[in-house]
């Protein structure tokens, strides 16, 4: 059995009620729900939520909101994996224990029934404990630098300023889509990233991270040139 836990928490500070705000015409949580539910890799699909209105959205759109997430695990400091193994343990408690959990976040609009396939296939055929979605840097991290106390710069490694980019080893990313799982390994502290993962690469026009209004009207921007090609 494979299972899909969708994150959903009502308290998003940044862009007051995210995962329910209208996002080219339907609440953000439905563009992930529908992927998943299209894409037939998943014998259930729940939401993880502790906010009535996103529980809601979410039944009507064919998730299950089997129980509401405690309060502990419901503020800023909640990373996805506790919020993902207190599903599972809600799971065994009822005797269900699904072979494989799939966390994906209830922003990822661009997120595709095909890469979630991708995610599902590579995992069954591999020893890996994850699968997560990837992209890449659009420019070399080796050439990074900081501004230091005085507004001045400092490259982090020097050595790499006169290095061809095409000589620069590529570095990558979490796309923040989703995150094919072992049941057990996730309960399994420092796993998630580390060589137990395979990274799905994306595209890096279909990643975009959304935690502030100006990348919410960006990711908008997206969608809609993406509408117009296809």
């Known amino acids: 059995m494979k299972i899909a836990v969708i994150p959903a928490r009502g308290g998003s500070k940044r862009i007051p009620r995210k995962n329910i705000k209208l996002f080219c ?11 998943a ?36 695990l419901s503020d800023d400091h ?16 009822t005797g ?19 890469d979630l396939r991708r995610g599902l296939i590579a995992l069954q055929e591999s020893d890996a404990k994850f699968a997560i ?12 630098f900081r501004v230091d106390a005085r507004g001045r710069m400092e490259m982090f490694e020097p050595r790499n300023f006169s290095v061809r980019s095409q000589d620069l080893e590529p570095a990558y990313h979490d796309a923040a889509q989703f995150y ?19 990274p799905i690469l994306l595209p890096r026009d279909r990643v975009q991270d959304i ?20």
Do not use: N
């Open 25 to 35: 015409g339907k609440p953000m949580i439905v563009w992930s729900i529908e992927a």
């Open 37 to 72: 539910v299209s894409s037939g890799c998943f014998d259930r699909v729940f939401v993880s939520t502790d906010d009535v209105e996103i529980a809601e959205v979410a039944v009507q759109t064919g998730a299950e909101v089997p129980f509401i997430r405690p309060s502990e």
């Open 78 to 93: 909640a990373s996805s994996v506790a919020v993902v193994a207190h599903a599972i343990d809600w799971m065994a408690g």
């Open 96 to 114: 269900l224990v699904p072979e494989l959990v799939c966390c994906i976040y209830a922003t990822a609009p661009f997120l595709r029934v095909d």
């Open 133 to 144: 979605s990837a992209t890449g840097y659009a420019f070399p991290i080796q050439r990074a």
């Open 180 to 198: 094919w799982g072992q049941t057990d390994a996730w309960k399994t502290p420092g796993v998630i990233f580390s060589s137990s993962s395979i």
């Open 211 to 230: 935690d502030t209004i100006d990348d919410w009207a960006r990711a908008e921007l997206m969608a809609r040139m993406f509408r117009e090609v296809e």
